[in-house]
T-cell receptor, first 114, second 114 residues
């Protein structure tokens, strides 16, 4: 079974621009969560989608948004990029429900904001 | 104060040693406890999870949870150079308590030397 895939793997953007990251979960998984990983803060939860609905949201500004499609694929958007948004953005998928804790991560998208 | 505390290391041990990795937490609502391994430039890989207190063994890995002390551990027996990675603990409240949101420690960097 194929794992979680994320595209693109690397991205360089300029401050003020916006960016869209994509995540394809493991086949059969309906829940997709997004995390931001930085050296200073570690892994921080952004939001979770289940069956196209945002079910959970972390403490990030409204510039960070996401959506999920009917095939469970998810996108994350960051508008008006700031230098501090430079990070590894990780997507994790799970079956959902009682198996929520078994989350499988993709390789991440490395975003650099200049 | 962070909800989950983890010593960042680095921790250096000789091949064959028993490794002990630990996390403490402050939120008594956490019910699920996970350990992830992350190699450089890769996404985190789920090693094992435990529900509530107790021990769980999987090959060379043993996870322990002591909810009364809010303390969890991961033991690695007969450590190998291939175990060199960053180990992250993660916790969640369960489906009814917060869905898929995982709260991570900052990770402990482990190096197993020949």
């Amino acid at each position: 079974k194929a794992g979680v895939t994320q595209t693109p793997r690397y991205l360089i953007k300029t401050r003020g621009q916006q960016v869209t990251l994509s995540c394809s979960p493991i086949s059969g998984h309906r829940s997709v969560s997004w995390y931001q990983q930085t050296p200073g803060q570690g892994l921080q939860f952004l939001f979770e989608y289940f069956s196209e609905t945002q079910r959970n949201k972390g403490n990030f500004p409204g510039r960070f948004s996401g959506r999920q499609f009917s095939n469970s694929r998810s996108e994350m958007n960051v508008s008006t990029l700031e230098l501090g948004d430079s990070a590894l953005y990780l997507c994790a998928s799970s079956v959902g429900g009682q198996a929520h804790h078994e989350q499988y991560f993709g390789p991440g998208t490395r975003l650099t904001v200049t | 104060q962070k909800e989950v505390e983890q010593d960042p290391g680095p921790l250096s041990v000789p091949e064959g040693a028993i490794v002990s990795l630990n996390c403490t937490y402050s939120n008594s609502a956490f019910q699920y406890f996970m350990w992830y391994r992350q190699y450089s430039r890769k996404g985190p890989e789920l090693l094992m999870y435990t529900y509530s207190s107790g021990n769980k063994e999987d090959g060379r890995f043993t996870a322990q949870v002591d909810k009364s002390s809010k303390y969890i551990s991961l033991f690695i027996r007969d450590s190998q150079p291939s175990d060199s990675a960053t180990y992250l603990c993660a916790m969640s409240r369960g489906v009814t308590g917060g869905g898929n949101k995982l709260t991570f420690g900052t990770g402990t960097q482990l190096k197993v030397e020949l």
